[in-house]
């Protein structure tokens, strides 16, 4: 936990909260995956895999910055190329003592796609959430139109002469129309809300 404090808040600010929470986290479930896939007799305790990614992302964010390794000055970059070696060595020929090296490993590799790729990432997703808001908004303007054109069959013959399929179609919208209200009024995806002076 050390090494969280150490170099978490640089990170932290460097990326934003959100996006050092995400960093943490997924990387905690994704060596523990690798490693129970790699070394499934090694029990994974603790969160050494996704204090290992911080670290990553510290050394690719701060490249240059010098930490004191003992009373040896360093750059981030080369202590985690050490690290990584070191890891990598213990993988290949494990010394014991029950260590998950492979959820080390995983950490390690994780915080290196993170920060390399995490850009794309936010822009592949961004694109889907535009992509359903606009498949929403076209399914809304396909309800909405035949709504109406179901109310007017209403004004004309009366509610009584609607069918089955189109009563249910009518308790569908109202539901879905209510779902989409709820939605926006809470700020969900797509909407924003407005700040008052």
């Known amino acids: 936990m050390f090494a969280l404090w150490m170099f978490g ?14 960093l ?26 996704a204090i290992f990614a911080v670290e990553v992302a510290f050394a690719m964010l701060f490249p240059n910055v010098t ?16 690290f990584a070696g070191l890891t990598a060595l213990n993988c290949l020929l494990p010394i014991g003592g029950g260590v998950a090296y492979y ?6 590799l994780y915080g290196f796609l993170f920060v390399r790729y995490e850009p794309r990432v936010w822009d592949l997703v961004s ?3 535009a992509k ?3 498949r929403e ?16 069959k209403v004004n004309r013959v009366g509610l009584e002469n609607l069918t089955r399929k189109e009563m249910e ?18 700020g969900g995806p797509g909407t924003k809300k407005e700040k008052k002076a």
């Open 169 to 186: 179609f009518l308790q569908k919208a109202s539901q879905k129309f209510r779902k989409w209200k709820a939605v926006s009024a809470s």
């Open 137 to 152: 908004l076209r399914e809304g303007e396909e309800i909405r139109r035949r709504v109406d054109s179901l109310l007017d």
């Open 132 to 134: 359903q808001r606009a």
């Open 103 to 108: 959820a080390h490993l995983g950490g390690l």
């Open 24 to 49: 943490y986290f997924t990387a905690g479930v994704f060596a523990a995956l690798l490693s129970a896939l790699l070394l499934p007799q090694t029990a994974v305790l603790g969160a050494s895999g």
């Open 9 to 22: 808040a640089d990170v932290e600010r460097a990326m934003g909260t959100k996006k050092f929470l995400t």
């Open 127 to 129: 694109l889907w959430q």
């Open 67 to 82: 930490i004191i390794l003992f009373i040896f000055p360093i750059k981030a970059k080369h202590l985690v190329m050490l």
